[in-house]
C-alpha cells in the first residue's frame, strides 16, 4: 500500500528553542498517572484530592520548609532558557574527542540547557558552593529574564553600574537569599544523578542546617545518606573569640538510597599492620577459626568436633568451629609449600598460644579477587594530606603564585571519587579553581579508569591587585581552565598517561563552551502597531537565526536542544555533495541527528539520504519546498529551524 500524502504543516516540527519546560512535563507525567483529573486541558485539584484520597494532607498544620522568596526560586525554576552553549576550540585542549567538558557561564542557565541531554546520565555530582558568611558572591538570578541577568553580570556591573559581588550579613534576607539560590540548581542536580548517583555538597556551619532541610525536601529526607565531618585545618586559625573551628561538613544524598552500594575506601594504616602475614600467595591477617560465642547460644552440634594435624589435637577454647568438618578436610588439603616437615595451607594456619596449644586461624587476605581490601567510609575524614594546607599547596604546586583562595584539596575530593564510582561522568556546577577536574584527572592516571568531569564555572572577576589578577586570570573561570591545562601537562610530563582497554589512552582533554545568547533571533514584538511594522517585523523572521550567525555555534544549539550530549561526534556526510549535512551519532543507542544548514536543499540531496525512518532530519525552514517537505516526511522526522 502506498504512502498517503503528506500536508506540509504537519509534516515537520520546529526545533526545540527554548529548554526545559519542566512545568509542562510535569504536567504531562501528572496527566499520564491520573487522566481522570484533566478537564479542558487543566488540572482539576478537587477531583485530585478526590483521588488521592488518605494520600492528601489536611488540616491546619503540618511540617514544611519555606523561607522568603521560596515562589520566586521556584518560578526561576520553571522558567526555561533560550540561551546556548558555544564550543571555543583554542581554549580546549583535544577537542576532537575528548569527552571531559569546562562550561564558562551562569550555572542555572547550563543546568537548564544540560537537563536533557545529560538528564540520568551524571554518576557523581560534587559541589563547594557559597557558604555565604557575608562576603561570599551571591549569582544575579531574575526569573523575569534570567539570560540577560547573566549578560549584564559577564560586565561584572548591575543596570545601575554596582559590582554585585556579595550577600552582606546586614541584608534582611540573609539566608532566604541564599536558598533561593541554591534551591533551583539543586533541584535540576537531581534529576541529571543517574538512579544510583550521589550528591556530595560542602558546607560549613553558616548554612548547613539549612542546606540539610532544603535537600531533605528536594531528594527527599529518606534518601539522606550520611554527613561526613572533614577536619579541614590542624592548629590554631581565627573564630569567633569563643570556638575556632577546625571542620566543615559533607552533606550526602542518594538519588534512590536503595540502588547504591556501601561506600568504602582504602584501609588506614594501624588496619593494614592486621595484614602483617605473608605465604607464597601473599600478605594475608589471621582470625579464630573457633567460634567467638561459647556453647548455647549459637550452639550447633554439627560444628562441635575435634581434629589433629600431624597426630596433634588443635585446641578449641569454645568447642564449636566456624567450619564444618568436611570444611576443615578439604582445607588440610590444599596445601601450598612445605619447608622441614611443616605444611603451609592456603586458607588455614596454624600457631601455638602462649601455653603452648596448637590453635587454628583462617588467613584473610589482604588482596583478593575483586583487587586490595578496602573498609566502609567512616563519616570523619582526618588526615593531614586532606587539609586547607594541601589545597594551598595543590595550587602553588602548579601556578607558582596563591591565585586561588579556599579551594578543597584534590585529595579530599579524589577520597570521595574512590569511595562512590569507577566509571560514568562527575559533574561539579561550582568549580572554582577546578579542584574536581584536577582530581578527576590524577584518580584515573593513577588507576586506570575512564571517568569524566564537567565543570562549570561563572566568569566571576578576581580582585584587583590580586595574585590572580597580577599573573593575568582576569576571572576565575580563567584559573579553573588554566588549571586543568597545568594538570595535564603535569601528568604529560610525568609519564602518567595510562593505557586504558585496548589501544586507548587515557583522556587528558577536555572541550571549552561559553554560555551566550541563542542563535535563533527573538520576537521583540513591535512599538507601533501598523500593517507595515507588522509586516516588516514579519520579514525580519521568515529566516529565524541571527545574523552573522556561525555554522558550527548552529550545529551545537540544535543538537544540545534535541537532546544529544556535547561530546557527540559530529561528522559531515561525504556521500552528499549537493548540500553539507551533518550527521550527530547518538551515543545512548537512540536515533541520530542529521543537519543541514544550506539556505536551499537540492532535490538531489533528498533522493540521497539514506536516513532510517525514526531518525531526525533538521534543517532552514526556507530551505525547502512544500514538495520537499512531503518527500523528507516519507523518509524520516523532519524538523525545522
Not at 485530585?48 to 515562589?71: C, D, H, I, M, N
Not at 525554576?77 to 564558562?104: C, H, K, M, Y
Not at 591477617?285 to 575435634?306: F, I, M, N, V, W
Not at 537565526?545 to 556535547?566: C, F, M, R, S, T
Amino acid at each position: 500500500m502506498k504512502d498517503k500524502p503528506v500536508s506540509p504543516k504537519k509534516a515537520r516540527d520546529v526545533v526545540t528553542r527554548e529548554v526545559p519546560d519542566i512545568l509542562e512535563e510535569e504536567l504531562v507525567d501528572l496527566k499520564n498517572l491520573f487522566p481522570q483529573v484533566v478537564s479542558e486541558g487543566k488540572i482539576d485539584f478537587e477531583e485530585l484530592r478526590l483521588t488521592l484520597g488518605s494520600a492528601v494532607q489536611v488540616g491546619p498544620e503540618r511540617y514544611s520548609f519555606s523561607w522568603s522568596g521560596k515562589r520566586n526560586s521556584i518560578q526561576i525554576l520553571q522558567t526555561p532558557t533560550r540561551a546556548t552553549l558555544v564550543p571555543s576550540r583554542p581554549e580546549s585542549l583535544d577537542f576532537q574527542s575528548t569527552g571531559n567538558l569546562f562550561i564558562e557561564g551562569d550555572n542555572l542557565e547550563v543546568l537548564k540547557l544540560l537537563y536533557k541531554p545529560y538528564f540520568a546520565m551524571i554518576k557523581m555530582i560534587y559541589i563547594d558552593p557559597p557558604y555565604n558568611t557575608g562576603g561570599d558572591f551571591v549569582y544575579p538570578d531574575d526569573y523575569v529574564d534570567p539570560l540577560s541577568a547573566y549578560l549584564r553580570f559577564s560586565g561584572q556591573v548591575d543596570s545601575e553600574g554596582n559590582l554585585q559581588t556579595s550577600n552582606p550579613e546586614t541584608s534582611g534576607r540573609f539566608h532566604s537569599t541564599w536558598l533561593s539560590m541554591m534551591y533551583p540548581r539543586l533541584f535540576l542536580a537531581r534529576q541529571l544523578l543517574t538512579d544510583d548517583g550521589v550528591i556530595f555538597v560542602s558546607i560549613d556551619d553558616t548554612e548547613f542546617h539549612n542546606l540539610r532541610l532544603i535537600m531533605n525536601d528536594i531528594f527527599g529526607e529518606e534518601n539522606f545518606v550520611g554527613t561526613l565531618v572533614w577536619r579541614s585545618k590542624h592548629g590554631g586559625g581565627r573564630g569567633n573569640s569563643l570556638i575556632i573551628p577546625q571542620t566543615e561538613y559533607i552533606l550526602v544524598f542518594a538519588k534512590n538510597i536503595s540502588l547504591i552500594e556501601p561506600f568504602r575506601k582504602e584501609l588506614s594504616e594501624h588496619k593494614l599492620e592486621a595484614f602483617s602475614y605473608e605465604d607464597s600467595i601473599g600478605k594475608y591477617g589471621r582470625e579464630g577459626l573457633d567460634h567467638h560465642s561459647p556453647k548455647g547460644a549459637y550452639e550447633r552440634k554439627t560444628l562441635q568436633y575435634d581434629f589433629e594435624v600431624n597426630g596433634e589435637s588443635v585446641y578449641n577454647p569454645t568447642g564449636q568451629w566456624l567450619w564444618s568438618r568436611s570444611r576443615v578436610s578439604k582445607e588440610l588439603e590444599d596445601v601450598i609449600g612445605e619447608v622441614n616437615g611443616t605444611k603451609t595451607y592456603r586458607n588455614i594456619d596454624f600457631v601455638r598460644d602462649r601455653e603452648g596449644r596448637l590453635r587454628a586461624y583462617k588467613k584473610v587476605r589482604l588482596e583478593g579477587e575483586n583487587g586490595m581490601r578496602e573498609e566502609t567510609l567512616l563519616s570523619f575524614i582526618d588526615r593531614p594530606d586532606l587539609t586547607t594546607n594541601a589545597s594551598a599547596a595543590d595550587i602553588k604546586m602548579l601556578f607558582g603564585a596563591p591565585v586561588f583562595d579556599y579551594s578543597k584539596p584534590a585529595g579530599l575530593i579524589k577520597y570521595l571519587i574512590n569511595a562512590t564510582f569507577d566509571d560514568g561522568i562527575v559533574l561539579d556546577f561550582f568549580a572554582g579553581s577546578g579542584t574536581t577536574a584536577h582530581a578527576v584527572l590524577e584518580q584515573n592516571a593513577e588507576d586506570g579508569k575512564d571517568r569524566k568531569f564537567i565543570l562549570v564555572q561563572l566568569p566571576e572577576l578576581t580582585p584587583e591587585g590580586s595574585e590572580a589578577r597580577k599573573a593575568g586570570y582576569k576571572t576565575i573561570a580563567d584559573i579553573c581552565a588554566e588549571r586543568i591545562r597545568r594538570v595535564v601537562k603535569l601528568l604529560e610530563d610525568k609519564g602518567k598517561q595510562k593505557k586504558l582497554e585496548g589501544t586507548r589512552t587515557q583522556d587528558l582533554g577536555f572541550r571549552f563552551f561559553k554560555l551566550t545568547q541563542s542563535n535563533y533571533r527573538p520576537w521583540k514584538g513591535v512599538a507601533e502597531r501598523t500593517h507595515k511594522v507588522y509586516s516588516e517585523e514579519l520579514r525580519q523572521h521568515l529566516d529565524p537565526l541571527i545574523a552573522g550567525w556561525q555554522k558550527e555555534n548552529v550545529l551545537y544549539e540544535i543538537l544540545l536542544k534535541e537532546g544529544y550530549p556535547l561530546t557527540s561526534p559530529i561528522v559531515r556526510d561525504k556521500d552528499q555533495t549537493s548540500n553539507e549535512v551533518w550527521r550527530v551519532s547518538n551515543s545512548e543507542g537512540g536515533s541520530d541527528l542529521f543537519i543541514c544548514l544550506d539556505a536551499k536543499i537540492q532535490p538531489s540531496t533528498i533522493r540521497n539520504l539514506r536516513i532510517p525512518k525514526d531518525h531526525l532530519f533538521v534543517c532552514r525552514d526556507i530551505a525547502l519546498s512544500d514538495s520537499l517537505v512531503a518527500n523528507l516526511a516519507l523518509q524520516c522526522r523532519l524538523r525545522t529551524v
